[in-house]
């Protein structure tokens, strides 16, 4: 994917991974850098950071059909009914010279360029915001119109402000984060970002046996304890649908399709997990998540990642996956 050293794009995966990569083969993802806040009043953010008051128009989210840090924000923004509040851009499918590229193309016509900066790739807006910037680029990224700059990108942080910060903007008032489970919810989230999240990326990219049957183990045994979880309640915390369930979703839903075969996440498919199956798919059916995501173009992502893939060919199957995904659930048994 490449990434920016001192403000200079640089092509390929070699500087990035290094980086990211332990002496026993392990991958430790590197920290998102811009972590400013959005909040209702102006207000600096839990982290101390922030100072951006949420108002209609001002922001513009770059994302990626394909990627599923960039998924959690799409949905947040589909679920708090943000769409004619923060205007947004889509990455193509595939990989492509510079990494996150926008720009028209009649074969992705959902792939939305960027209207706003007209910056063709997203490093473009890093290095704008920033011009000494080294690092990955990634999706999700905020963009502040006033202050013409990356404010955030950092997936856990947009969903929180997304889940808030622009209630006085929306009726969508459902609250993904509510304070009596938060002890709950952040407890899981670091269960399944670490082993589950994360751990899928910890299994492709590892590069000695052992970090990968560590990772692949921890992976697995995390997955069985979440199909014991849901054969006794509806969602991963309890009764209602909660950021917990949303930031797992993305992983599960690319599971079968992206993880069993591109990153070697195979000792058992989601398909093999009753629970965790008919969970997916209660949703997958949500109003509206169906269309924040493709298989198709989830695939494109993962077998093109040259690393993993050399040879870039795209698997047909599993076959009808869409519609596996559509079938009725069976989680209102709760």
Known sequence: M?????GTWHEGDNAHLTRETAKDGNFQRTESQFRNWVTAD?????TGEGGYQAEPGRYHLYL???CPWAHRALIFRTLKKLDNAISVSFALPGRHAGGWTYREDPEFPDCIPDTVNGFGHLHEAYSASQGDYTGKVTVPTL????????INNESSEIIRMFNTAFDAHTNAGEDYYP???RGEIDAINDVIYRTVNNGVYRCGFATSQEAYETSVTALFQTLDELEVRLGSQRYLVGAQLTEADWRLFPTLIRFDACYVGAFKCNLRRLSDYPNLTNYTRELYQVPGIAETFSFDYAKRNYYGIERVNPNGIVPLGPANIEAFYRKPHDRNRF
């Open 2 to 6: 490449g990434m920016l050293i001192e």
């Open 42 to 46: 102006g207000s600096a953010g839990p």
């Open 64 to 66: 990626a059909h394909t």
């Open 143 to 150: 963009w502040d119109k006033q202050t013409e700059r990356v």
């Open 179 to 181: 304070e009596p489970l």
